[in-house]
């Protein structure tokens, strides 16, 4: 079975501070999507990308596909409460099949 | 628009017992499945649907029927219920789109199982 790796599982941080996840495999994926998932709810899309290399933002959000398409990473800036939740990388095969991280679950301080 | 809609939200049930999970979206998705989450394990995929009639299993299937009588509903069956089978349940669908083509899901709300 292909596995997506997040790190890391967990992540406590005060808000207005920066973070990194990552989302990595030894496999190629013909994209990756980042989504955020809060308590009692399912998860919500925030981005996709396609391209080795390619880099999107999404107001403080910035996600990066790496050049092999095999990681990609989310980065925060001036994380806020609001960003509190559950963030699921997933990698699409070629016949579209998603294969899903386990998650890394943030907590913004006030 | 309603978007993905499940019920029930909280169900228990005891070893051995039936029951089905329903998935509806208005959306006029072709794609649709089932997942489960379980914790530290990621989403995991039991079945999908490509379209009206066309289903197909997952990385988990066994203990589970679909079927998919219309684009709208997309029911998932437990026929006899296990304990390992206590999870959270999503519904998703999607359309391709985009160049090249991606699978951008949209979710329901989760039905929450527990088997005692």
């Known amino acids: 079975t292909q596995l997506l790796e997040q790190s890391p599982q967990f992540l406590s941080i005060q808000e207005g501070e920066n973070l990194t996840v990552y989302c990595n495999s030894s496999s190629v994926f013909s994209s990756l999507q980042w989504y955020r998932q809060e308590p009692g709810e399912g998860p919500v899309l925030l981005v996709t990308?396609?391209?080795g290399g390619e880099v999107k933002k999404l107001k403080r959000l910035t996600f990066q596909f790496g050049d092999a398409r095999k990681d990609s990473s989310l980065h925060i800036t001036a994380a806020q409460p609001g960003d509190t939740g559950l963030y699921l990388c997933a990698g699409a095969r070629s016949n579209y099949q998603l294969i899903w991280g386990a998650g890394t679950k943030l907590i913004i301080k006030p | 628009n309603a978007g993905v809609t499940q019920t029930p939200k909280f169900q228990v049930l005891k070893t051995g017992q039936s029951m089905t999970l329903q998935c509806a979206q208005d959306m006029n998705h072709e794609y649709m499945s089932w997942y489960r989450q379980d914790p530290g394990m990621g989403l995991r995929l039991i079945h999908y649907?490509?379209?009206?009639?066309?289903?197909d299993q997952g990385e988990v299937p066994n203990g589970y029927n679909v079927s998919r009588s219309t684009t709208e509903d997309f029911p998932l069956r437990l026929l006899s219920a296990a304990p390992s089978q206590t999870s959270v349940y999503f519904c998703?669908?999607?359309?391709?789109?985009?160049?090249?083509?991606?699978?951008?899901?949209?979710f329901g709300p989760g039905t929450r199982l527990t088997v005692t």
């Open positions: 649907s490509v379209g009206a009639g066309i289903t």
């Open positions: 990308v396609v391209t």
């Open positions: 998703a669908s999607s359309a391709r789109k985009g160049k090249p083509l991606v699978d951008e899901q949209y």
